[in-house]
């Protein structure tokens, strides 16, 4: 992990977390009030000190309006089990979940329409691989901050 990452991922916890996690999710310039309502935050001045925390890793910039942006995406701590789908956040174990659920669905019907009996190695396998990644999809979907 690159230096810069370390450092990035030291500082990004809590309440900045959640403020970068917002304006990831949102993908659009971003205020001082509106982040403070987002987040329920006590006062406009703590929205402005994460901010700034994140301007000051490198990861937003600031427009002239007051408004704040992505900078740069990074794939760090929760982050790195999700990726962006239009403006959804998925978690990168629902891609493996959908392909085995499917895979183990089309043998059973491929199975089924031959006459044949599945292979109990087969279904084993497959009812394995599909109920572990279902769990560790919804667990980390569980663990999304807002």
Do not use: C
Request: a positive charge; proline letters at 3%; charged letters at 25%.
């Amino acid at each position: 992990m690159p230096e810069n990452e370390v450092k990035i991922e030291a500082e990004l916890k809590g309440t900045t977390l959640k403020a970068y996690w917002y304006i990831f999710k949102v993908n659009r310039a971003v205020g001082v009030r509106e982040l403070q309502k987002a987040l329920s935050l006590s006062s406009p001045s703590v929205a402005l000190h994460h901010l700034e925390k994140l301007k000051r890793l490198g990861l937003l910039t600031k427009d002239e309006l007051g408004k704040y942006y992505l900078k740069d995406e990074v794939k760090v701590g929760v982050f790195r089990f999700f990726f962006k789908f239009g403006k959804l956040l998925l978690p990168r174990f629902l891609f493996y979940a959908v392909f085995f659920s499917s895979a183990l669905t089309l043998y059973l019907i491929q199975a089924i329409l031959k006459n044949e009996s599945p292979s109990f190695f087969a279904l084993t396998l497959g009812f394995i691989a599909s109920i572990t990644s279902w769990y560790e999809a919804i667990k980390i979907w569980k663990e999304k901050l807002i």
